[in-house]
C-alpha cells in the first residue's frame, strides 16, 4: 500500500525558514518523480515544486523559484522542500504528492499535508 | 503559466449527473491528452479520480467519466450520491514540466 507521510509544518515568522520532510513507502520510491502542490487557506491547489526519480532535475512554480528548493534522498525514500524567506502568501497546507509512472501532470497518490503559516 | 478556468459551483440531486467544465488553451488542455481529475473532500488531502482525459484508477467508481473537445475538458458524475458532494479539481499537462497546471475548482453540491 502506498504511504506519503508528509512533516515539518509549523509556524514560522516571515523572512524565516522552514523544512518540510515527506517519508515514503509502498513502492519503488526512486522510480517516481514527486510534487509539492500547495492549498492556501479557503483557496485551491497551486503546483509548488516537483522533482524527478533520480533527483537531476528540479521545477519551481514562478512564485517560489529562488526561495524554495526541492531534494531527496533515495536511500531514505523522503523528499524534501526547503522553504527560505518565507511570506504570509506562502501560509498554506503542504501535500507531498507521487506522480504517476510515465503519465505527465497526474498524480496518483498524496500525503495527508502539512500546515506551513507565516505570521509574526 | 494560467490556472485552467473551471465554474466555482455546479449542483444536482440525487441520481441525476453534473459535468463540471475545465477550460484551458492549445498549450495545455487542447494540446496533450494528458488531463486529470481530482476530488477533495473538506479537510481531506486530493484524490486522483480521472487522468488521461478518461481513465479511471483502480476503485474509482465507473460513474466517474471523463472526456474532451477542443481546449475544454469535462467530468462527469452520473447517478449522484450524497458522498460525491466535494470540490474538484482538473489539471492538464502544458508542455514545460512534468507536472502542469491546476483549473480553479469547483465546488459540487448535491441538492
Known amino acids: 500500500e502506498v504511504q506519503l507521510l508528509d512533516s515539518g509544518g509549523g509556524l514560522v515568522q516571515p523572512g524565516g525558514s522552514l523544512r518540510l520532510s515527506c517519508s515514503a513507502s509502498?513502492?519503488?520510491?526512486?522510480?517516481?518523480?514527486m510534487s509539492w502542490v500547495r492549498q492556501a487557506p479557503g483557496k485551491g491547489l497551486e503546483w509548488v515544486s516537483g522533482?524527478?526519480?533520480?533527483?537531476?532535475?528540479?521545477y519551481y512554480a514562478d512564485s517560489v523559484k529562488g526561495r524554495f528548493t526541492i531534494s531527496r534522498d533515495n536511500s531514505k525514500d523522503t523528499v524534501y522542500l526547503q522553504m527560505n524567506r518565507l511570506r504570509a502568501e506562502d501560509t498554506a497546507i503542504y501535500y507531498c504528492a507521487k506522480k504517476q509512472w510515465r503519465v505527465p501532470s497526474t498524480l496518483d497518490y498524496w500525503g495527508l499535508g502539512t500546515l506551513v503559516i507565516v505570521s509574526s | 503559466q494560467s490556472a485552467l478556468t473551471q465554474p466555482p459551483s455546479a449542483s444536482g440531486s440525487p441520481g441525476q449527473s453534473v459535468t463540471i467544465s475545465c477550460t484551458g488553451t492549445?498549450?495545455?488542455?487542447?494540446?496533450?491528452?494528458?488531463v486529470s481529475w481530482y476530488q477533495q473532500h473538506p479537510g481531506k488531502a486530493p484524490k486522483l479520480m480521472i487522468y488521461e482525459v478518461n481513465k479511471r484508477p483502480s476503485g474509482v467508481p465507473d460513474r466517474f467519466s471523463g472526456s474532451k473537445s477542443g481546449n475544454t475538458a469535462s467530468l462527469t458524475v452520473s447517478g449522484l450520491q450524497a458522498e460525491d458532494e466535494a470540490d474538484y479539481y482538473c489539471s492538464s499537462y502544458a508542455g514545460y514540466n512534468d507536472f502542469g497546471v491546476f483549473g480553479t475548482g469547483t465546488e459540487v453540491t448535491v441538492l
Open positions: 492549445s498549450s495545455d488542455v487542447g494540446g496533450y491528452n494528458f
Open positions: 509502498g513502492f519503488t520510491f526512486s522510480s517516481h518523480a
Open positions: 522533482i524527478d526519480g533520480p533527483g537531476a532535475t528540479t
